[in-house]
């Protein structure tokens, strides 16, 4: 927080070159963190108002709370002296605080009046709380009186004064009758501030026994009443009209005196007949309306929050039929002192010099009196260091152990002012008090706020990095603020990045890292458009967003500002809304907003809804096209075009578009030159030099563009100097020795002039050397030759004409030609990580001898031939290259053969080409794991056995150590046995397996290894041979099987277990399948092996199914496979078994219970009606049951009535007795009747309600019911 001093004038300029080496204020942080190490002197935080008023009934409490480090000690005075907490048993002091808690329970309250102060220390200093007046409230009876009836004739101004005990605090005043009810006021009669009664005028209806002033004590909620006042008005010699005078307040003017800041009340009552009317205004003035509000009918002019510009006169004006009458009432604001700045606390560290300020004002002007540490500033100990100057103390080169707090008191004969201020004398290091790598985000083009709030003393210096290398300093784009806050004026994207914040004083140095996202802004790329749709018909708003992709968008639509309707006829899409049988409740502003949690965008468009079928029809065409187009005001780069606007054809043009030709660069051809609105007819254009202009006008409404408007007369401009400079202008060697300079020409419409050149101009960088230059014709390169080879160069190129140059050029950067590279780079090193992979590193080439921009290396790397095979044998492979890009020196070699020898040589490349290769390096690879065997074929199968015959990898990636075959057999349903596991040695390529279950499908695995590992599996899956004795069918002797179709007849059928299917085999011996699958459908085929018989049930089929099934038999010898055609079945669904209830055991035994519960329920309501008679109340009760549900009568405004079983439930509002019948007016009860513990309640409007229906216990869980007793006290109170 900044500190800012102020001076008074006439210091001089001693005091100012004082002030030019004061140090800022450091404001003490509020981490409890850092806090919790600082000392610090006392401050309060909490105390009581000065002015404290007690009830008598409860304790005092006195509050002075401080905080500081060491925590304060406190303590008290009385009326000046210590006050001695401990001494008095009544007395308690809270721990860890000031707050003093009198218990005056059997005491005098008096005894404890006075004024209190209380003063928190601790060892690095004092502080004072403000001066705390105690008083007990009080509320003093009305003084005994006899009030003599008074008479007066009708029409005649009356009086009736309240005069009530004065009270503290003051009472407040009304007035009511007999019945409690609260006497009506109108612009007739009148209750002044002071609590009298006002009539400008009595009439005979005024006449009355019972007017009765109240008085109400807040603090006590006591109330005292006055005697009645008895008022008779006689209309036997009535007053006649007469013209206005004041009653209140009396003769033609009168003063008033107001503090600044209350509020001023003005009053002025008057008396006449008719009634007057009562005005008000200022003289030489405007009443503040802001602040100004009338009450009492005009009669009381009131302003809130009064300063020194409400002073002045102030004329009341009471006016009838018969005349005017006016008081000017003359108000004087005074003021009790008021802060202009009040001091603050100072942390200074050591050899700094600080200043405290006590800015007050006043009227009269406050007297400032300064203390340190509670002690008049005269009296305190000599400190040479401090200068005390009226409202000014001035610490001059602040030691260590000098901290104190200091206390300003200003004060005049309306009050007084206390502020304490420390100055605490810190050597603190800094800290950083912004929570490391926090992240900012803000929208692109709005200002950005990274914070680095510190603290230390002296206070620590800010400086900001970007990225950790560059320094930012004051200025376009960035602002550093005081505080440390770094602010970006308009956030670009570039502006993105890692933020460091550096807080240095003599003492250290803190450091923190921050981080800036600046995120793309949400835009509507198509905003919704105006629809105009028949109803009943869709209608939709498209609304295309696009918004940052890392924040999430939430879209929202609005109807006329609010909501949409609930109704599932609007749909809202991803970026629509679609409404479906439009309605003409419909019609409407529909907006969407787009909202990210950083930005938002919004588009509106208009619904109108017409008739169905509109008569007659409008037809919408696209409008006629301008005439008469005229050129005025012509100068050197302006003219105004003029036209008239044809016809729009029931749709308004939206917008013109202007067009030019060139006729002397382009002629024929029209460019776009600027739009207008459909509103306009002129236009104002800017024009280019050395043009032969003509321009055309285009209309456009919502239907389409017209066609072109005839040309205007042709305007021509004067040649003058180009006004730009080619663009892209760049500079590359094409060539070692030479730099092709480039650009792209202006055009015939951007020369300005005749005789377009170009002066180009270059010379290299770095070097102490004119620029050379070169003009040329309009063409758009300019070879350089004779240069260094990739030197770099400044480039300028500058347009000129007849008329004279372009503005000055900026300096383009380029490169002259790039030669091929000299050297080779050096120390090449490969190290292999494993079987596939190496990693080759490399020195580097010096970078003068690239001769060209460094584009990367090359690695080239073939491999010679495997280490298990002769040199010469293997075919050497092709070459292989890797690019590996900028100044590197290393790179790694990916899938690469195992076992194998490799060569290979490095080569840098630019622009131009390689340079020289590096000396060739060989390396060799490691073993791998083999590839998979090339093979695996099952021959010779029988009943128990069979012959696995297989091939060695094509790859063997190292010395091939063995094979592993694992096999396990796979039973009917798929599932697979125990796995066995053979080792094989490395020359074998066959083996038969024994011991094999006859008719049995057996899977094999079978992979190669080496000494680093097993290698990819093969597999394969075979049968044994069926046994014969099981599977052999009858063949009659002498006949072959027959030749034809495998299978004969199939036939299909289905029972409540499953379908069955049967058929004729005619083949050889096989194993039958039955495949089955739900027709229509892509599941698997489903298969179920069958033991040697020509039938099968399949089960657990699904009820109400189609499936198709099918038999397939195979041999395990014989690759040949039967199937039979698919055969359709369906499975019937299970009929419901319907089952009677009545018939069922449990349903007649719950009707049994039920009956006999039902007749003991009739026998205990027997037994209650005859246990006693009915009364009226009774019997309302039984005709309403339950009390919750019953209804508000319509015609009397009462409520239903209530059940006496009901007792601890709260009567549901109701303000009337149970009969609903008792009215207001039917009591003449007084208020004393009634007392103070009485059952009555009253209304807000001041009417009594009894209770009739008998007292009921008062539940103490009820949850709307005051918890204050009910008494007439309590009544009145709700009138005030």
Not at 43 to 71: M, W
Not at 96 to 125: F, M, P, R, W
Not at 551 to 579: A, C, H, N, Y
Not at 723 to 749: C, H, K, M, R
Request: proline content about 8%.
């Amino acid at each position: 927080m900044d500190w800012k001093r102020k001076w008074v004038l006439g210091f001089g300029s001693v005091l100012l070159v004082l002030l030019s080496h004061i140090s800022s204020a450091l404001e003490v942080p509020l981490d409890p963190k850092v806090l919790e190490g600082l000392p610090q002197p006392p401050t309060i935080t909490l105390q009581s108002p000065k002015d404290y008023i007690f009830d008598p009934r409860e304790n005092i409490v006195i509050h002075c709370e401080a905080k500081g480090k060491p925590h304060p000690g406190f303590s008290w005075t009385r009326n000046g002296s210590h006050f001695d907490v401990e001494k008095d048993s009544k007395v308690l002091i809270k721990p860890g605080s000031g707050t003093l808690v009198i218990d005056i329970s059997g005491e005098k309250a008096e005894a404890y009046e006075g004024t209190y102060q209380c003063t928190a220390h601790n060892e690095h200093g004092t502080a004072v709380s403000n001066s705390i007046v105690i008083r007990q409230s009080r509320s003093p009876l009305w003084s005994k009186e006899r009030n003599e009836v008074i008479v007066v004739q009708m029409g005649v101004p009356l009086v009736l004064q309240c005069r009530p005990p004065a009270g503290l605090p003051p009472p407040v005043i009304f007035w009511m009758d007999n019945n409690f009810q609260r006497l009506p006021l109108d612009k007739r009669v009148t209750q002044a501030i002071n609590g009298d009664l006002y009539f400008s005028n009595v009439l005979p209806e005024d006449s009355r026994p019972d007017y009765i002033c109240y008085a109400r004590f807040p603090h006590t909620q006591t109330i005292q009443q006055k005697q009645p006042i008895s008022v008779t008005v006689l209309d036997n010699s009535p007053e006649g009209e007469r013209h206005p005078g004041f009653m209140l307040p009396m003769g033609t003017s009168s003063t008033k005196m107001v503090l600044r800041g209350e509020t001023l009340e003005l009053e002025c009552i008057a008396e006449g007949l008719p009634t007057p009317e009562i005005s008000w205004q200022k003289d030489g003035g405007e009443l503040p309306s802001s602040r100004l509000s009338f009450s009492n009918f005009k009669k009381t002019l009131k302003i809130s929050d009064v300063n020194e510009g409400d002073g002045g006169d102030y004329r009341c004006t009471a006016e009838n039929s018969l005349g005017t009458a006016h008081h000017i009432i003359k108000v004087n604001v005074k003021a009790a002192p008021f802060w202009v700045s009040a001091p603050r606390n100072l942390i200074l560290a050591p050899n700094e010099t600080g200043i405290l300020t006590c800015r007050v004002s006043g009227e009269p002007k406050p007297k400032i009196t300064w203390f340190v540490n509670g002690v008049s500033i005269e009296n305190a100990p000599e400190d040479h260091s401090r200068k005390v100057e009226g409202d000014t103390v001035i610490l001059s080169n602040v030691q260590s152990g000098s901290s104190a707090v200091y206390q300003c008191n200003a004060s005049n004969e309306f009050g007084y002012l206390l502020a304490n201020a420390f100055v605490n004398v810190l050597a603190e290091p800094p800290r950083v008090l912004t929570p490391p790598n926090r992240v900012y985000q803000v929208i692109t083009n709005n200002p950005a706020l990274l914070h680095c709030a510190s603290f230390g003393s002296p206070i620590p210096i800010i400086t900001w990095f970007k990225d950790s290398q560059t320094s930012i300093k004051n200025g376009d784009p960035y602002v550093i603020h005081e505080n440390g806050t770094l602010e970006i004026h308009v956030a670009q994207p570039l502006n993105s990045g890692k933020y460091t914040c550096i807080a240095t004083n003599n003492l250290g140095i803190k450091e923190n890292h921050v981080f800036l996202e600046v995120k793309e802004p949400t835009r509507i790329l198509k905003q919704p458009e105006y629809k105009v749709v028949q109803r009943g018909m869709s209608a939709t708003f498209e609304c295309k967003v696009k918004h940052d992709p890392s924040l999430q968008p939430i879209m929202t639509w609005l109807k006329d500002s609010g909501e949409l309707p609930d109704d599932e006829r609007f749909e809202v899409g991803m970026d629509s809304l679609t409404i479906r049988g439009v309605t003409d409740g419909d019609e409407g502003t529909y907006t969407c907003i787009m909202n990210t949690s950083l930005d938002q965008d919004s588009a509106s468009a208009m619904l109108t809804v017409v008739e169905a079928t509109p008569t007659p029809a409008i037809i919408y065409e696209k409008p006629d096209p301008p005439s008469d187009l005229e050129l005025t005001d012509q100068a050197d780069r302006t003219v105004q075009l003029t036209w008239i606007p044809g016809d729009e054809h029931n749709s308004p043009t939206q917008k013109f578009l202007i067009q030019y030709e060139d006729l002397l660069h382009q002629p024929g051809v029209w460019v776009n030159l600027t739009e207008v609105s459909g509103t306009s007819t002129t236009a104002q254009l800017n024009l280019s030099p050395y043009v032969y202009y003509s321009f055309r006008v285009l209309a456009s409404n919502h239907v389409g563009t017209s066609e072109p408007s005839q040309p205007s007369s042709q305007y021509r401009t004067n040649p003058a100097a180009p006004d730009e400079n080619p663009s892209n202008v760049q500079g590359a060697g094409t060539e070692p020795g030479n730099i092709v300079i480039s650009w792209t020409p202006l055009t015939g419409f951007q020369s300005n002039g005749p005789s377009l050149e170009y002066r180009v101009q270059w010379r290299q960088k770095d070097v102490d050397e004119e620029w050379s230059s070169k003009t040329v014709a309009n063409v758009s390169r300019f070879v350089v030759t004779g240069t260094p080879t990739y030197a770099l160069y400044e480039i300028k190129v500058q347009a000129l004409n007849d008329y004279g140059s372009g503005p000055e050029p900026g300096v383009v950067i380029g490169y002259s030609g790039e030669d091929l590279p000299l050297t080779a780079p050096d120390s090449v090193q490969v190290m292999v990580h494993n079987s596939t992979l190496a990693e080759v590193h490399w020195e580097p080439v010096p970078l003068p001898s690239v001769r060209g921009k460094l584009q990367g290396y090359k690695v080239y790397y073939h491999r010679e031939r495997g280490l298990h095979e002769p040199e010469g044998e293997t075919k050497q492979q092709e070459e292989q290259v890797l690019i590996f890009s900028g100044n590197r020196s290393e790179g790694r070699l990916p899938g690469l053969q195992p076992y194998s020898i490799y060569n290979l040589s490095i080569k840098v490349f630019n622009s131009k080409g390689e340079g020289p290769p590096s000396p060739s390096k060989k390396f060799e690879t490691p073993e791998g794991v083999p590839g998979p065997p090339s093979f695996l074929n099952v021959v010779n199968p029988s009943l128990d056995s069979l012959t696995l015959e297989w091939g060695p990898p094509e790859k063997n990636n190292g010395r091939l150590a063995g094979y592993t075959l694992k096999y396990q057999p796979v039973n009917n349903s798929s599932e697979l046995g125990p796995l066995k596991v053979m080792t094989l040695l490395a020359n074998e390529t066959t083996i038969t397996l024994s011991s094999l279950n006859s008719s049995m499908l057996y899977k094999f695995y079978l992979s190669a290894k080496t000494i680093k590992g097993s290698g990819p599996i093969i597999t394969e899956e075979a049968f044994t041979v069926m046994d014969s004795a099981h599977t052999q069918p009858t063949v009659v002797a002498g006949k072959a099987p027959p030749v034809g179709p495998a299978f004969g007849t199939v036939n299909m059928s289905v029972s409540e277990e499953g379908a069955v299917i049967s058929w004729d085999y005619f083949g050889q011996h096989k194993n039958f399948y039955v495949e089955y699958s739900v027709e229509n459908s892509k599941e698997d085929w489903k298969k179920e092996l069958v033991n040697g018989s020509h039938w099968h049930m399949i089960k657990g089929l699904k009820p109400g199914t189609l499936y198709k099934v099918r038999v397939v038999a195979r041999d395990p010898a014989d690759p040949t496979v039967h199937k039979t055609n698919e055969v359709l079945v369906t499975v019937p669904a299970v009929p419901s078994r319907q089952v009677d209830i009545a018939t069922q055991g449990w349903f007649i035994g719950l009707m049994c219970a039920i009956a006999l519960l039902i007749l003991v329920l009739l026998i205990v309501c027997f037994i209650k009606r005859n246990k006693g008679g009915k009364y009226p109340v009774k019997e309302k009760e039984d005709a309403h049951q339950d009390p919750e549900i019953q209804p508000m009568k319509e015609d009397d405004g009462t409520f239903g009535e209530y059940s006496d079983t009901e007792d601890h439930k709260p009567l549901k509002g109701s303000r009337t007795p149970s009969n609903g019948t008792v009215r207001r007016d039917e009591s003449d009860d007084s208020l004393v009747d009634y007392g103070e513990g009485g059952d009555g309640q009253f209304n807000e409007d001041g009417s009594f309600i009894g209770q009739y229906s008998g007292k009921k216990e008062k539940d103490t869980h009820e949850g709307n019911e005051s918890s204050e007793a009910p008494s007439p006290v309590n009544a009145m109170n709700s009138f005030v």
